[in-house]
Every structure is written in structure tokens, then in C-alpha cells.
């Protein structure tokens, strides 16, 4: 864990609502993994007061990637930010995803701009089948930044299966019958509840990234419990997590 | 290069400068000296600990707010056990001061922790939270109660020789009877301010960000209320006060003192930047040789009305 101030090389707009800020960081770059995160502090003034945290969406070489939608105060600042900016980064936080276990197929889930990790873990993944599953309001709402062998689910049915990506899953089952399959899941908590249950219930091999409201990013501030399995013990979302087993916690 | 005398002094308590890192705000230290020099710091005041550990408030625990947040933890901590074995070893190793803060739900708890923790040679001082907003038992019920501050100070007092430093709540409405009750019942030094209780709401649901309704307010917007506290304190009662309240930098830490804090504690800005201390410890140096100041607490109260 450290702090670095780190130069921005583009803010891309990708879609109606969809950024990728991209940055210049050969020490951030070499030390985080996927599922981490960083927590931005996205102005140099007290204004906005705290740091924001993001996930790493990709490292690409010495640059960072970051996926973020337009979102409050923050987020509309660093959708500004222009080549040459510096941005204070605190990095590497967090546990990632445990992806190099044994099994066939990574299955990677995400609600709207829970696609935000994937491309870094679709880029570190050898020796592995791909398949990702992203959900969404409407088509404006996806992206396959980054991403292999993507499968859209949209509320309206303006792009790929209709209804909600946990329904597509299951739409999809039967294709994964015969291989071993661990699923990589990030979104909105409705939608990951809904998975949990799902994959407990059918006993399948399933890691949730979580996220909640944050101070400090590195555990000293006790600001971001989640429910444990375990009776009468939070965890810390960013210091245990945010990538957590599916029957860790309780969502 | 500069002989300037950071040093100052709380009762029998000398500490290498006044910059004191707050309660709750870096854990047991461990964390935060990824991005710092303990060694460095003044003095390091941890978490809130009870005799017994406390799971703390469901979440939603914190919201940022203009120029602040809120927080409702609900004193999560370790207890006194685990504190004792697993997180003493840590800021034993550490060459700053430790100042324990005790927190609890009645008189006899404060009594017994304080008594435990007074072996524990590490431990160098206590401060004695009687201001937590975010609790259901103890915290503001004592805070608020100028009869059991002045209590909790006698029977703590009379357990130990160590400096006993009463940190109290802003939510009062006159802070400096608080500050002379500590003073008459043998505290040596109060620390001014804990959290002033806020809320914020979800104008779409209608319902609390916090999961607590309440929370304590902390960072920049309570400044000017700190600030007006420690000023109170000082002209009304003669007790080493140390200022809390919304330091970011140098600047804020040098107006506390002006105003008549000893020493001075930073809180949520560890949370933004866990360097902070040591930033601002440079700081006050060069102020003080810009001013031509070689004993920082000459800075005292040497306000000028
Ligand atoms: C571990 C982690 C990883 C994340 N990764 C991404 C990502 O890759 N892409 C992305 O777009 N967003 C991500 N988020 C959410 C992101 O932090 C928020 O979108 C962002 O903080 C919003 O800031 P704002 O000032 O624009 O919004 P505002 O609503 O104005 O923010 C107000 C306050 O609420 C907090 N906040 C608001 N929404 C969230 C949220 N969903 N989670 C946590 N805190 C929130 C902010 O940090 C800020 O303190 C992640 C959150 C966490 C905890
Ligand atoms: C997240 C958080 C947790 C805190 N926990 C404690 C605590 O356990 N005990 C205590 O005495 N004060 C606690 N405080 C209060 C701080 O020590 C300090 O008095 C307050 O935050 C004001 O200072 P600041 O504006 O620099 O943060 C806490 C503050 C925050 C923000
Ligand atoms: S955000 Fe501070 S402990 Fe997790």
C-alpha cells in the first residue's frame, strides 16, 4: 500500500455514460491485482472531502485503467481530467479475485458497471475459457471494453437476452454442463444477492466483489462493514474484500 | 538545521511535539505506518476500547457530507484482551507515546479498564471518551452529564498516576463547565472536540443515509466550532487542552493552538491523507521560523482579543 501522485493520460467517454480514465503508473501498475481497487482523490483541495474508490479495471503495460460512470461530484471532476493532470492515488487495497485454481470455464458477471473489473481479470487469465455474462437497463447501460465472449441481458430487451443477467445464467446453464466452471460476479446488490443464492443452492465455485460507502480505503476507519456468515462478526469490505467467496457473507 | 523546541508538556506527560493522532481515526497503528513515520508523531491515541469487544453499528456506517462526514461505528473495537495481547506488541515497537481511550457504558467499566491498562507499561496516558454520539449506553448520556464527567474523572483518577485527559463532547451547551469539573476532580487535561451529532437524509426514499439515523460529524466544517470550544476552555478554566476538530494542515493546527490548545489532534484527515502528521509537523516548523518562535508553545493562547 502506498500513495503516488500519478499523470493522467486520457479520459475516453466510451459510451452515453461510460468513462475510461486511463494513467500513467509503472509502481501501481506492477503491484495490483485484479479485483483490487484504489481509492482516488479526485481534486487537490478539500472539496470533495474524501477519497473515491474505484476498481482496477486494467493494467495495459505502465497504465492504469479505471471504469466509471458519471455518478455525483466526483466522478463528473474526474471525467474531466485531461492529459497531464495528477491524480493522488492510494494503492493497492484490498483482496482480489482468486482466479488461478482449478477450473475450466471463468464465467464473469456483471451488472452495468460491475463489467468495471473484467477486463484486467479477462487480460491475466491463462489456460482458461472465458465467457461473460453483462446485464443492464437498456443497451447504453453495457460495454464490452475490454472483454471476451460477451453475452448481454438488458431490463428492456434493447440488446440481448431480456430480463436480468442472473435469468440469462441460468438461460445458459446447460452450455456449461460438462466443464467446471467458476463465476467472477460485481454489480448492484439485488442482483448479486440473487446470484449468491443461486450459486450456493447449485454448489457452484462463486467470488463476489462488494462495495460500500468508504473512508479510508485501508481499514483504519471501521466505516465499511459487510455481514459474515459467521454469526455476530462483520468483515471490513476493503480490507478483507471487496472480493469475497459467495458463502462468506451475508448480502 | 532548526533548534526549534517542539516539545510540550500535559500534566507530567512530555511529548516530542503536539501533534497527537485521533481516536478512531488510525486503528492500532499498524495500517496507517504503511504511509508513515510513527516515530515521528507526537503521540498516537487508539481506538475507543471497552472491557468486552463490540461489534459496532450495521452499515451504512459513514456518508461524506460538505467539508465533512458522518460516522456512526458504534465503538467496533477489539476489547480489552485482545488489545492488551495482540495490539500493545505492535505500538510497543513504535517510538512515539501511546495514549490509550477508553470507552464505556458505566462508571465501574471506565474504573476497570483504566486500572488494567495502568500496568502495561507502554501505555503512557489515558484519555477517557465520555462523548460518543453513536452509542446507546454510556457515550453522551455521561457526556452530556456534568455530574458523572466530573465522577468518571475522580474514581479514574484514583486509579492511576498516569495523565488522565477527559475528551468531551461539543454537544453542550456550555463546554467550560465540563473542562473546571475535570480540573476540580484531578483530571490533567481535557480534549476538545468529539463529534458533533448531524444526520443526512435521502431526499428520494425519504430515509437516513446512516443506517444509525445520527451520526457524529467530523473534518473541515467543524473547524470553526472546535475552534470556538478551545477558546471557551481557555479563557475560563487554566487546563491543558488539546484541539480536535477538522485540522487538514499546518495553518488549522497553528490556529487551535492560538487559541489555546497545548497540543492538537488530527482525525478524519488520516483517512484522505495518512501522511498528513508528518506534513504537518514540517509545517509548524517553518512557521515557527518564519515567526522567529524557538518554543512552539509559546503558541498557547496567545490570542489577542
Ligand atoms: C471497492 C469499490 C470499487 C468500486 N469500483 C467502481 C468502478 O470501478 N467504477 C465505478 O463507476 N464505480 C465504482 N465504485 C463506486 C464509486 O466509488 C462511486 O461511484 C463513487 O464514489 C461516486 O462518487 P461521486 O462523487 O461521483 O458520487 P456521490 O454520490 O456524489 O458521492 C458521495 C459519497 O458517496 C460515496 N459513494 C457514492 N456511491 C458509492 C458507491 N456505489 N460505492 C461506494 N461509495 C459510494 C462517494 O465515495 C462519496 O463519498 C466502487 C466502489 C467501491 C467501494
Ligand atoms: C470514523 C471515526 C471514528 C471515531 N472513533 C472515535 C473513538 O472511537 N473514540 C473517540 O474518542 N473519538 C472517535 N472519533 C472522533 C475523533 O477522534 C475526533 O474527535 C473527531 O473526528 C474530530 O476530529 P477531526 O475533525 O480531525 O476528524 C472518531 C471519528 C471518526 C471520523
Ligand atoms: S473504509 Fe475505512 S476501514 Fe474500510
Same mark, same amino acid.
Given at each position: 500500500?502506498? $500513495?503516488?501522485?500519478?499523470?493522467?493520460?486520457?479520459?475516453?467517454?466510451?459510451?452515453?455514460?461510460?468513462?475510461?480514465?486511463? %494513467?500513467?503508473?509503472?509502481?501501481?501498475?506492477?503491484?495490483?491485482?485484479?479485483?483490487?481497487?484504489?481509492?482516488?482523490?479526485?481534486?487537490?483541495?478539500?472539496?470533495?472531502?474524501?477519497?473515491?474508490? =474505484?476498481?482496477?479495471?486494467?493494467?495495459?503495460?505502465?497504465?492504469?485503467?479505471?471504469?466509471?460512470?458519471?455518478?455525483?461530484?466526483?466522478?463528473?471532476?474526474?471525467?474531466?481530467?485531461?492529459?497531464?493532470?495528477?491524480?493522488?492515488?492510494?494503492?493497492?487495497?484490498?483482496?482480489?479475485?482468486?482466479?488461478?485454481?482449478?477450473?475450466?470455464? %471463468?464465467? @464473469?458477471?456483471?451488472?452495468?458497471?460491475?463489467?468495471?473489473?473484467?477486463?484486467?481479470?479477462?487480460?491475466?487469465?491463462?489456460?482458461?475459457?472465458?465467457? $461473460?455474462?453483462?446485464?443492464?437497463?437498456?443497451?447504453?447501460?453495457?460495454?464490452?471494453?475490454?472483454?471476451?465472449?460477451?453475452?448481454?441481458?438488458?431490463?428492456?430487451?434493447?440488446?440481448?437476452?431480456?430480463?436480468?443477467?442472473?435469468?440469462?445464467?441460468?438461460?445458459?446453464?446447460?452450455? =456449461?454442463?460438462?466443464?467446471?466452471?467458476?463465476?467472477?460476479?460485481?454489480?448492484? $446488490?439485488?442482483?448479486?444477492?440473487?446470484?449468491?443464492? =443461486?450459486?450456493?443452492?447449485?454448489?457452484?465455485?462463486?467470488?463476489?466483489?462488494?462495495?460500500?460507502? @468508504?473512508?479510508?480505503?485501508?481499514?483504519?476507519?471501521?466505516?465499511?462493514?459487510?455481514?459474515? %456468515?459467521?454469526?455476530?462478526?462483520?468483515?471490513?469490505?476493503?480490507?478483507?474484500?471487496?472480493?469475497?467467496? %459467495?458463502?462468506?457473507?451475508?448480502? | 538545521?532548526?533548534?526549534?523546541?517542539?516539545?510540550?508538556?500535559?500534566? !507530567?506527560?512530555?511529548?516530542?511535539?503536539?501533534?497527537?493522532?485521533?481516536?478512531?481515526?488510525?486503528?492500532?497503528? &499498524?495500517?496507517?505506518?504503511?504511509?508513515?513515520?510513527?516515530?515521528? #508523531?507526537?503521540?498516537?491515541?487508539?481506538?475507543?476500547?471497552?472491557?468486552?469487544?463490540?461489534?459496532?453499528?450495521?452499515?451504512?456506517?459513514?456518508?461524506?457530507?460538505?467539508?465533512?462526514?458522518?460516522?456512526?461505528?458504534?465503538?467496533?473495537?477489539?476489547?480489552?484482551?485482545?488489545?492488551?495481547?495482540?495490539?500493545?506488541?505492535?505500538?510497543?515497537?513504535?517510538?512515539?507515546?501511546?495514549?490509550?481511550?477508553?470507552?464505556?457504558?458505566?462508571?465501574?467499566?471506565?474504573?476497570?479498564?483504566?486500572?488494567?491498562?495502568?500496568?502495561?507499561?507502554?501505555?503512557?496516558?489515558?484519555?477517557? &471518551?465520555?462523548?460518543?454520539?453513536?452509542?446507546?449506553?454510556?457515550?453522551?448520556? /455521561?457526556?452530556?452529564?456534568?455530574?458523572?464527567?466530573?465522577?468518571?474523572?475522580?474514581?479514574?483518577?484514583?486509579?492511576?498516576?498516569?495523565?488522565?485527559?477527559?475528551?468531551?463532547?461539543?454537544?453542550?451547551?456550555?463546554?467550560?463547565?465540563?473542562?473546571?469539573?475535570?480540573?476540580?476532580?484531578?483530571?490533567?487535561?481535557? !480534549?476538545?472536540? &468529539?463529534?458533533?451529532?448531524?444526520?443526512?437524509?435521502?431526499?428520494?426514499?425519504?430515509?437516513?443515509?446512516?443506517?444509525? #439515523?445520527?451520526?457524529?460529524?467530523?473534518?473541515?466544517?467543524?473547524?470553526?466550532?472546535?475552534?470556538?470550544?478551545?477558546?471557551?476552555?481557555?479563557?475560563?478554566?487554566?487546563?491543558?487542552?488539546?484541539?480536535?476538530?477538522?485540522?487538514?494542515?499546518?495553518?488549522?493546527?497553528?490556529?487551535?493552538?492560538?487559541?489555546?490548545?497545548?497540543?492538537?489532534?488530527?482525525?478524519?484527515?488520516? /483517512? #484522505?491523507?495518512? &501522511?498528513?502528521?508528518?506534513?504537518?509537523?514540517?509545517?509548524?516548523? !517553518?512557521?515557527?521560523?518564519?515567526?522567529?518562535?524557538?518554543?512552539?508553545?509559546?503558541?498557547?493562547?496567545?490570542?489577542?482579543?
Amino acid at each position: 500500500m502506498f $500513495t503516488s501522485k500519478v499523470p493522467v493520460e486520457s479520459v475516453e467517454k466510451i459510451q452515453e455514460n461510460i468513462f475510461i480514465l486511463k %494513467a500513467f503508473s509503472p509502481q501501481i501498475a506492477s503491484a495490483i491485482k485484479p479485483g483490487q481497487f484504489c481509492n482516488l482523490k479526485v481534486s487537490e483541495t478539500d472539496f470533495p472531502l474524501l477519497r473515491r474508490p =474505484f476498481s482496477i479495471s486494467d493494467v495495459d503495460g505502465d497504465y492504469i485503467s479505471f471504469m466509471f460512470n458519471k455518478h455525483g461530484e466526483g466522478t463528473r471532476i474526474l471525467s474531466e481530467k485531461r492529459n497531464g493532470d495528477v491524480i493522488d492515488i492510494l494503492a493497492p487495497l484490498g483482496n482480489g479475485f482468486t482466479y488461478e485454481d482449478d477450473y475450466d470455464t %471463468a464465467v @464473469m458477471i456483471g451488472g452495468g458497471l460491475g463489467a468495471a473489473p473484467f477486463p484486467f481479470l479477462t487480460r491475466r487469465l491463462k489456460n482458461k475459457k472465458i465467457v $461473460t455474462l453483462i446485464g443492464g437497463r437498456n443497451e447504453k447501460d453495457v460495454t464490452d471494453w475490454g472483454l471476451k465472449n460477451v453475452f448481454y441481458s438488458t431490463d428492456d430487451g434493447s440488446i440481448g437476452f431480456k430480463g436480468n443477467v442472473v435469468e440469462l445464467l441460468i438461460s445458459k446453464f446447460n452450455d =456449461f454442463k460438462d466443464s467446471e466452471i467458476k463465476i467472477f460476479s460485481c454489480g448492484p $446488490t439485488p442482483m448479486l444477492k440473487a446470484l449468491q443464492k =443461486f450459486t450456493v443452492d447449485n454448489n457452484i465455485k462463486c467470488e463476489i466483489s462488494t462495495e460500500c460507502s @468508504m473512508a479510508c480505503g485501508f481499514g483504519i476507519c471501521q466505516g465499511c462493514p459487510i455481514d459474515s %456468515a459467521e454469526k455476530d462478526k462483520y468483515y471490513l469490505v476493503c480490507k478483507d474484500g471487496p472480493v469475497f467467496d %459467495a458463502e462468506a457473507i451475508v448480502l | 538545521m532548526s533548534n526549534i523546541d517542539l516539545s510540550v508538556k500535559i500534566g !507530567s506527560l512530555i511529548l516530542k511535539n503536539p501533534l497527537m493522532l485521533a481516536s478512531g481515526t488510525v486503528g492500532y497503528g &499498524n495500517e496507517i505506518s504503511n504511509f508513515t513515520d510513527l516515530s515521528k #508523531i507526537g503521540a498516537i491515541v487508539t481506538k475507543s476500547v471497552s472491557l468486552k469487544p463490540r461489534k459496532g453499528n450495521p452499515p451504512q456506517r459513514i456518508v461524506e457530507t460538505p467539508s465533512g462526514m458522518l460516522n456512526a461505528i458504534g465503538l467496533a473495537n477489539v476489547g480489552l484482551e485482545e488489545f492488551i495481547k495482540t495490539k500493545i506488541p505492535f505500538l510497543k515497537e513504535v517510538d512515539s507515546t501511546l495514549i490509550c481511550n477508553i470507552a464505556a457504558s458505566s462508571i465501574e467499566e471506565y474504573v476497570e479498564c483504566t486500572k488494567t491498562l495502568d500496568g502495561e507499561e507502554t501505555v503512557k496516558a489515558f484519555e477517557i &471518551n465520555v462523548s460518543c454520539p453513536n452509542v446507546k449506553e454510556g457515550g453522551l448520556i /455521561f457526556g452530556n452529564d456534568i455530574i458523572s464527567v466530573g465522577k468518571i474523572t475522580e474514581k479514574v483518577r484514583a486509579v492511576t498516576n498516569k495523565p488522565v485527559i477527559i475528551k468531551l463532547s461539543p454537544n453542550v451547551s456550555a463546554i467550560s463547565d465540563f473542562a473546571k469539573v475535570v480540573k476540580d476532580e484531578g483530571g490533567d487535561a481535557v !480534549s476538545a472536540i &468529539n463529534t458533533l451529532i448531524g444526520t443526512s437524509f435521502d431526499i428520494y426514499k425519504r430515509t437516513p443515509k446512516i443506517k444509525n #439515523i445520527t451520526g457524529g460529524l467530523s473534518g473541515p466544517a467543524i473547524k470553526p466550532v472546535a475552534l470556538a470550544k478551545v477558546l471557551e476552555i481557555s479563557r475560563k478554566v487554566d487546563i491543558p487542552i488539546i484541539g480536535i476538530g477538522g485540522i487538514m494542515n499546518w495553518k488549522d493546527a497553528v490556529e487551535f493552538m492560538i487559541v489555546g490548545a497545548t497540543a492538537f489532534q488530527i482525525g478524519t484527515v488520516n /483517512f #484522505i491523507n495518512p &501522511n498528513a502528521g508528518i506534513e504537518i509537523i514540517d509545517g509548524l516548523k !517553518s512557521y515557527c521560523e518564519q515567526m522567529n518562535i524557538s518554543k512552539i508553545s509559546e503558541l498557547t493562547a496567545s490570542y489577542q482579543l
